[in-house]
């Protein structure tokens, strides 16, 4: 008869298949946040003359800790440590709602930096890609957390609700590009780029939830409806918002903004 000797403290293999699929589309996630905001936040920060409001700051803090934060949970449900994953979870919410109310903030913030820069009826406009990008986020983390006891639609949530606050960090390239390179004579602040210009970075970060649907059919012969549903809301949002940025609505949603923030 022979005894099998278990080793207390040996890690478990990594996953593979669903779980190591989650956690590199996490990486990727994180990659693209990353090299999206070097030009506009990392690059100026690093070299000392970033001059931004600290609510700008408080709101990178909280996109760049959720991105670590979905990388980690990824990477323990991958390892099979889905105890630890859990007691993870309540940070999880936390940075969510600090990401909400930062995001929000810090639209606020750019709108009144508009409006004293003689921006404003361009900038009004413009503003519901932060406001409508954030909003869409922190309703499919809720639904995520909500749907916390289905890990298959759980998981797709949280990357479909990830995937859609990286279109923020595309476009940096493309405003840098697209922008009007007419600076207003107070501070200097550029002025707001065409709505357009929303668009083509919107839709490269939809590829990640494309790239997820296609794993999706191949490994289980059908896409699951999460991406459907959450993926079609998040493009529906992406293309109505530039209509939607001009009617009386959207401007009296930005009064009401304005007005409440101190």
Same mark, same amino acid.
């Given at each position: ?5 278990? &080793?207390?403290? *040996? ?17 990727? !996630?994180?990659? @693209? ?28 803090? !909280? ?12 990477? $323990? &449900?991958?390892?099979?440590?889905? /105890? ?35 921006? /404003? ?17 922190? @309703? ?7 749907? @916390? ?19 923020? *960090? ?14 207003? %004579? ?10 357009? @210009?929303?668009? %083509?970075?919107?839709? $490269? ?5 494309? &790239? ?20 079609? !809301?998040? $493009? ?5 918002? /530039? ?12 009064? !009401? ?6």
């Amino acid at each position: 008869m022979t005894t099998q000797t278990e &080793v207390p403290n *040996a890690k478990p293999p990594i996953v593979s298949g669903s779980g190591s699929f989650f956690f590199r589309m996490s990486v990727a !996630c994180f990659a @693209v946040a990353v090299i999206g905001f070097a030009p506009s936040y990392w690059v100026p920060l690093l070299w000392g003359n970033l001059d931004v409001a600290p609510i700008v700051h408080l709101h990178a803090a !909280c996109f760049y800790g959720w991105t670590l934060l979905f990388m980690r949970q990824t990477w $323990l &449900v991958s390892v099979g440590q889905t /105890g630890r994953h859990r007691e993870l979870g309540m940070a999880g919410v936390a940075l969510a709602a600090g990401m909400f109310f930062a995001g929000m903030g810090t639209a606020i913030h750019s709108i009144k930096r508009m409006d004293a820069s003689g921006f /404003g009826p361009e900038g009004r406009p413009f503003s519901i890609i932060a406001v409508s990008s954030v909003t869409t986020y922190a @309703v499919l983390v809720a639904f995520a957390i909500f749907k @916390v006891r289905n890990p298959e639609l759980h998981k797709r949530l949280m990357l479909v609700a990830t995937a859609s606050i990286l279109p923020a *960090a595309i476009a940096r390239w493309f405003i840098l590009i697209f922008a009007s390179k007419n600076l207003s %004579p107070q501070g200097g602040v550029l002025a707001p780029p065409p709505m357009f @210009v929303t668009i %083509p970075p919107s839709l $490269l970060s939809d590829l990640l939830i494309v &790239v997820a649907m296609v794993h999706d059919k191949r490994t289980r012969g059908s896409v699951h409806p999460a991406y459907w549903i959450a993926g079609g !809301c998040v $493009l529906a949002v992406q293309i109505l918002r /530039g209509p939607l940025s001009m009617t009386s609505a959207w401007l009296w949603v930005v009064n !009401c903004l304005v007005a409440f923030a101190p």
